[in-house]
């Protein structure tokens, strides 16, 4: 086993933060995760699971033993009249899975093209993008369970897929994803019901063009983290009460805002950013990008606090103007590698 030790994180976090990690690990196999797991307990280590490090904010130090997760390896496991079911390591890159998934004529995926990060966290967030969500084409989750210490697998159903959201968030510590099982449609059923794709892919009505058109929107509008260091949107669209909205829309008539069919108003948070006067504006090294309100970019060295420095700042100016208080996305780690509360 090559555990390694104080290892620079910066290349494995797309916010580019100045982290070192007393114990790091990269596994490629059940076997390998389950020594390191195992040194972990002998050794009275917290274990930081990392994938992609696209959705993640860290601290200058860790002490924990993070595994890096770099199970691959895609195999087909059945195959009815209208889908295939196939089993994809978690450590295979999101996006590169995707683009193989439509050379095979496999379909489902397209729409969330060029999300970064590594296929076993997709169901972590339950990752979703221009009207579709990972869930719909996840069949099952097999994971190594730590509280129980044993493999298992957890059916969609039981994952409680949601916005942004699944059990895989409850219970961050309970379980490690080894490989997701999808099942993915023979034929197209595109879904083009979001902003400006419909009009983007216009009569070439195909896969292949839909895709090509997510990614080029995506290359438009989202900077790249290797330019900008980033996390992806910083907040989560919020879901406000039908009163709340019925209040706001009195004063900002242009409110972005969608009815969930479960209730409530899904706003967009970037708008209310932006009217916040923060689209493209900076606090020391961080700021929110002038493109996309709703990115927040490292531009030079900045730490977890700086970057903790400037989302408290526009979380309180979006409050004070609209009382809605906004919800990071990214998940937040202590030194100890334990998930800690954005609240605290
Ligand atoms: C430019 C950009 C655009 C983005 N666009 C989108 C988007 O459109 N939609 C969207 O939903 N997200 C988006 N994101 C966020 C991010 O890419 C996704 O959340 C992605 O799934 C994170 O994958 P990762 O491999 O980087 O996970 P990491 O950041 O490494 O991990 C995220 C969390 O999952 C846990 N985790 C990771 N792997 C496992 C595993 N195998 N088992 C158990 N727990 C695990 C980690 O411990 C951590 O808590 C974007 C990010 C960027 C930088």
């Not at 933060?17 to 390191?36: C, F, G, P, R």
């Not at 924990?64 to 089993?87: N, P």
């Not at 899904?266 to 493109?291: E, N, P, R, T, Y």
């Amino acid at each position: 086993m090559n555990i390694q030790n104080q290892i620079q994180l910066k290349p494995f976090n797309t916010l580019s933060l100045d982290v070192t990690a007393s114990h790091y690990i990269k596994v490629q196999s059940d076997e390998a995760l389950v020594e390191a797991l195992n040194y972990a307990k002998q050794h009275s280590l917290n274990v930081l699971i990392l994938s992609g490090g696209s959705n993640m904010l860290l601290p200058e130090h860790i002490h924990a033993l993070v595994i890096h997760m770099d199970i691959q390896g895609i195999e087909y496991l059945a195959e009815d009249e209208h889908s295939k079911t196939i089993r994809v390591g978690a450590g295979q890159i999101w996006h590169d899975f995707v683009l193989w998934t439509t050379s095979q004529y496999l379909y489902g995926l397209q729409n969330l093209a060029l999300i970064p990060g590594l296929v076993g966290a997709s169901p972590v967030q339950n990752i979703g993008a221009y009207g579709v969500e990972v869930g719909e084409f996840i069949e099952s989750v097999q994971v190594y369970d730590r509280q129980l210490e044993t493999f298992s697998t957890i059916f969609a159903k039981d994952c409680d897929f949601s916005y942004r959201h699944s059990i895989f968030k409850d219970d961050p510590n309970r379980f490690v994803i080894t490989h997701v099982i999808f099942k993915l449609l023979k034929h197209a059923d595109l879904m083009l019901n979001y902003g400006d794709l419909k009009q983007a892919v216009g009569d070439e009505q195909t896969a292949e063009n839909l895709q090509k058109q997510v990614i080029e929107i995506r290359q438009s509008k989202l900077p790249d983290p290797k330019e900008y260091p980033n996390v992806g949107s910083f907040f989560k669209n919020p879901i406000i009460t039908e009163q709340l909205y019925d209040h706001l829309a009195l004063t900002f008539s242009k409110l972005p805002h969608y009815p969930q069919a479960t209730g409530g108003v899904k706003i967009a948070a970037g708008w209310l950013i932006d009217q916040s006067g923060w689209k493209g504006k900076q606090l020391g090294m961080v700021g929110m990008f002038h493109k996309q309100a709703l990115v927040l970019v490292n531009y030079d060295k900045a730490t977890l606090a700086d970057v903790q420095a400037t989302y408290h700042a526009v979380q309180h100016d979006v409050y004070q103007k609209f009382n809605i208080l906004l919800e990071p996305e990214p998940v937040l780690f202590n030194e100890s590698g334990l998930i800690r509360s954005h609240l605290e």
